[in-house]
């Protein structure tokens, strides 16, 4: 198969905000055995199937961008008639501004917390006096979105960090990208790197590709497999199916696996997802 080639479409960055304006975007994609289907991957990990426009010979897809990120990577991923999938080439777009504002937390003074925090003069001990608080380092400018300045850590009560495997698992604990405190490159290597963060209890069922199994996320980052699709409605009502979100198996090991959920009654998502207060409260002791 030809490899699918985007129409390019580019927006301004505006740093902080959301955009909530779809945007359509279009691929070319052909095959001598024919193409089955597209799908349009945004930040590898978001799917939106894409539709055959037949008077302009390509699959087009509409995508609103709905989290903050000063890049994010698109692809068509193509299928053709006998099977066989090709990527298309990666393109970066940058966010446009939002027409509404994003949504905010808030600090005891009852104002929205700052997007950043510059800590860059801080002790590490002030720092971690912090947490739960969200680092990074400062970007020299001009990077592109897999420059290490741009990895988001949680820093820990005890000094460690921990990288979130995904913004799925990101967006489980925070609404937004914001209150990141701004620290050097050498207080980031001072502290030492934990383990993965793993998904809020109670937010969301994940799975893994190969594993034909749902399981429900409890604290600590216990997971129990969910039976049976009654538990699952049982769970988390009658959308239960649009709760469940992929992990990588390069994540698998991050978790312990509990016992089976046979009943509904054996899981309180409310109580689970009210059992932390914080990521320190989900690291195992």
Same mark, same amino acid.
């Given at each position: 198969?030809?490899?699918g080639?985007?129409?390019e479409?580019?927006y301004?960055?505006?740093?902080? $905000?959301l955009t ?21 991957l945004?930040? $590898? ?10 008077d302009l010979g390509?699959w087009?897809a ?7 990120r000063s ?8 299928l053709?008639s ?5 990527k298309g080439p990666s393109?970066?777009?940058e ?6 504002e ?6 005891d003074d ?9 800590a860059t003069?801080?002790s ?20 592109d ?7 988001v850590?949680?820093?820990?009560n ?7 495997p995904?913004?799925?698992a990101?967006f ?16 980031m290597a001072?502290?030492?790197l934990?383990?993965n ?14 594993v034909?199994?749902?399981?429900a996320?409890?604290r600590?980052?216990v ?6 699709e ?6 988390y009502?009658d959308?239960?199916?649009q709760q469940?979100d992929?992990v ?10 509990g016992?089976?959920l046979t009943h509904?009654i054996?899981f309180?998502?409310i ?6 207060? $914080?990521?320190?409260d989900?690291?195992?002791p």
């Amino acid at each position: 198969m030809r490899e699918g080639s985007f129409q390019e479409r580019w927006y301004n960055l505006v740093k902080n $905000s959301l955009t909530s304006v779809p945007a359509t975007f279009s691929a070319t994609a052909s095959d001598p055995s024919g193409v089955a289907n597209c799908t349009l991957l945004v930040s $590898s990990i978001y799917e939106t199937p894409m539709t055959y426009n037949a008077d302009l010979g390509r699959w087009e897809a509409t995508y609103t961008f709905t989290t903050i990120r000063s890049a994010n990577s698109i692809r068509a991923v193509c299928l053709d008639s006998l099977g066989n999938e090709t990527k298309g080439p990666s393109k970066i777009i940058e966010v446009a501004n939002a027409p509404i504002e994003a949504p905010h937390s808030y600090g005891d003074d009852g104002l929205p917390l700052p997007a950043e925090v510059d800590a860059t003069a801080w002790s590490e001990a002030e720092v971690v006096a912090a947490s739960p608080v969200l680092i990074k380092t400062v970007c020299p400018g001009g990077e592109d979105f897999t420059h290490p300045c741009r990895t988001v850590y949680f820093l820990d009560n005890t000094g460690k960090r921990h990288a979130f495997p995904n913004e799925k698992a990101y967006f489980t604990w925070y609404a937004a990208f914001e209150n990141i405190h701004l620290i050097t490159n050498a207080m980031m290597a001072s502290f030492t790197l934990g383990g993965n963060v793993r998904y809020h209890p109670g937010m969301k069922m994940i799975k893994f590709p190969t594993v034909n199994k749902v399981y429900a996320v409890a604290r600590y980052g216990v997971l129990r497999p969910i039976a049976s699709e009654e538990v699952a409605r049982g769970l988390y009502g009658d959308n239960w199916n649009q709760q469940i979100d992929d992990v990588s198996e390069a994540f698998y090991s991050n978790y312990i696996f509990g016992d089976e959920l046979t009943h509904a009654i054996g899981f309180d998502v409310i109580a689970q997802r009210g059992s932390v207060s $914080s990521i320190n409260d989900n690291i195992l002791p």
